[in-house]
């Protein structure tokens, strides 16, 4: 078979009020049967047709295609396909490509797009982004963010929270997307918001959490996130509203996607389409580089088609401005690449990156995934750093295991590599970072997602309890939370934090909450007037970044030329030097230092006289205090950042 890519979308279902054409991909059937419904579940079936097998001009002899044109308005209308190979029927489906569908999305919906805009949306515009090294991520969950009884939201748990403004907590301090607009991120990283398997959208009076790495439909957003998953309009129209309402605020929107594996391989709508065309196998059965038994063939000519117009189609219709690929080691690098290509056709400032792993070895040789160490063979494509996220907080697999932060030695090259934004340094041992990398993977920093924490394991809240004695105090728990993130707002990566962290989030211990209940996953709001000043920590560190180009240079000569690691007497420490007015910088040097030991230290830096902007735990742009240099001492769980004017030149 000869499959000719990208020459026309993948739409199933095209209507107009005089009628609607259906189509779908299904080149092993022998017969494919088209039903109407009056409902998007149960209710009366109205018609049922048979596809025909067609080869048509405008696709260039794309074999495998089925399709029928219905005369009248069906606008309203649901739908579904079946196929039948032999003689055997596979199961309805809404079809690989739906994009609208009924309650709990066993169903197509055919409705007018025109109507899924709200006002002003021709008009909707992504917040400028010069390059891609002036990104500030927040991962955040729809129901976690708002579903607080003190979040001051109305639409808990929907879209429609993120556009409400003039939200408080109790105290009335800000909530919401005043919150972030104060604190100051450049974009907000939703977790999956395509229509997911696991809540059932009929009982939405019944409390159901779930993070979404379930796929059904993977071109409708979900369902239980808007005020009416029983009319399909609802939840394209309040997504929107939700993307418009960011991007006003100045946000940019990244959607988390999911497109290794499905929840179910019977009931998904690849296999009830093409059995067995879109997972791989190993040794007969189904392979699991997913760790759920499902893994997708990404190298497959139709499934590659499929990705690659999916997130076009976000891209496009929804204005999505970036895609975070779960489990991307999965895939393999000439789809990631055809993706990165056909999204610098819309705008190249969208911005993509992954997992560069697996849960087990994919069904693909290794040169060919996107694995982190692959990262170089993927222009334009980053990846998170484990290297960096263990060196500071501890090992992931273990969750009494400490790091950097809570005074553990011996991952002072994985901070250096993480604050390098993990490019080629010649002032680091490669051979002693953690997983043992022996090479720089990154060619660029902003391919390296700097961060310590996620929605996947224990929050740093919860980790940081976990690794000290239980007779640590919170303050100075606040310290070593201090710490740790302003090694990754100070890494020359892009920096990344888990929703909350701002205002010391935690989730009572538990480590893997995809399930859980609201009260372990969702934002106490309460904690922003309890740990105010570290929430204006991090609002003044992202502001010291996005002030001062020269600790986000987006370049590795510029690091390599500009950056330089200071000799230290103790083991847990680092310092550095940012030099010659880095990346244009309006300041000539800065010296950076961290400690990770419980005690204070004396570092050694070049002489002249400092302004300290970040000293034991507060920050102040205009200054702290003046510092000589020489020796000078670092407390103990802080850092230090300072910074000297240019000496005076005479001719």
């Known amino acids: 078979m000869t499959i000719f890519l990208y020459l026309c979308k993948m739409n199933e279902v095209i209507y107009t009020r005089e009628a609607t054409h259906f189509e779908i991909w299904a080149p092993t059937a022998e017969a494919v049967l088209l039903r109407i419904y009056d409902a998007g579940i149960e209710g009366n079936l109205l018609e049922t047709e048979l596809l025909v097998r067609t080869t048509s001009p405008r696709r260039r002899d794309v074999e495998g295609y089925w399709q029928i044109s219905l005369n009248g308005d069906y606008e309203g209308k649901f739908y579904t396909f079946e196929v039948r190979i032999g003689e055997q029927w596979y199961g309805e489906t809404p079809g690989i490509f739906a994009k609208a569908v009924g309650v709990n999305g066993l169903r197509g919906a055919i409705i007018d797009f025109e109507k899924t805009n709200p006002e002003g949306w021709k008009n909707d515009k992504r917040p400028a982004l010069k390059d891609f090294s002036d990104i500030t991520i927040y991962e955040v969950h729809h129901r976690e963010f708002s579903i607080s009884p003190n979040s001051g ?46 809540i059932d959208e009929t009982k939405l009076d019944i409390p159901q959490f779930n993070w979404g790495y379930d796929p059904l439909n993977y071109n409708v957003p979900e369902g239980s996130y808007s005020t009416d998953p029983h009319n399909p309009y609802s939840r394209i129209l309040e997504f929107k509203k939700m993307v418009q309402s960011l991007h006003r605020s100045g946000i940019r929107v990244i959607m988390d996607v999911v497109y290794n594996h499905v929840y179910s391989i019977p009931d998904s709508p690849f296999e009830r389409t093409v059995p067995g065309y879109f997972f791989r196998k190993k040794d007969g059965e189904y392979a699991n580089g997913s760790g759920c038994f499902s893994e997708t063939a990404s190298e497959r000519e139709m499934m590659r088609k499929f990705m ?192 909350g962290e701002e205002i010391f989030r935690d989730k009572k211990g538990v480590s893997n909450t995809y399930k859980s209940p609201d009260s372990i996953n969702l934002i106490n709001w309460a904690n922003k007037t309890q740990y105010f000043p570290l929430f204006n920590y991090y609002k003044k560190l992202i502001a010291l970044r996005k002030a001062h180009p020269a600790f986000r240079m987006g370049d590795a000569d510029l690091i390599r030329k500009h950056l330089n690691f200071l000799s230290v007497q103790y083991s847990n420490v680092i310092a550095y030097e940012l030099t010659n007015h880095a990346n244009d910088d309006t300041w000539s040097d800065i010296v950076v230092a961290l400690n990770g030991n419980l005690d204070d230290v004396i570092v050694e830096i070049p002489q002249g006289m400092y302004t300290a902007v970040l000293h034991n735990g507060l920050i102040n742009l205009n200054g702290l205090g003046r510092f000589q240099g020489g020796q000078v001492k670092i407390s103990g769980s802080s850092a230090l950042v300072m910074w000297k004017k240019s000496e005076p030149r005479f001719s």
């Open 308 to 499: 690659v117009e999916s997130v076009v189609y976000w891209a496009t219709e929804y204005h999505i401005d970036g895609f975070r690929f779960d489990l991307m080691g999965i895939h393999d690098i000439e789809t990631m690449n055809a993706i990165r290509k056909a999204l610098n056709k819309i705008d190249p400032t969208i911005f993509m990156y992954g997992e560069g792993w697996s849960a087990e070895l994919p069904q693909l040789p290794f040169e060919d995934l996107a694995m982190k160490s692959n990262i170089a063979k993927l222009n334009g494509i980053a990846a998170f750093s484990d290297e960096f996220r263990d060196g500071l907080r501890g090992n992931w697999f273990n969750n009494k295991v400490g790091g950097f932060a809570v005074g553990v030695p011996n991952s002072e090259e994985s901070l250096k590599f993480g604050l390098v934004g993990g490019i080629e340094h010649p002032q680091i041992d490669y051979g002693k970072i953690n997983y043992d990398p022996k090479r720089a993977w990154a060619l660029k920093p902003t391919q390296f997602i700097s961060y310590v924490s996620c929605h996947d394991d224990m929050c740093l809240v919860d980790k940081l309890k976990f690794t000290t004695p239980n007779d640590t105090t919170i303050e100075q728990v606040l310290k070593y939370h201090k710490l740790a993130h302003t090694a990754v707002f100070l890494s020359q990566g892009v920096p990344f934090m888990y929703a």
């Open 153 to 198: 939201m109305q639409n808990k748990g929907k879209f429609l929270s993120w556009t409400e403004r003039g939200t408080t907590n109790d105290d009335g301090l800000s909530t919401g997307i005043d919150h972030l607009v104060d604190l100051g991120i450049t974009h907000v990283h939703l977790l999956p918001s395509f229509d997911f398997a696991t």
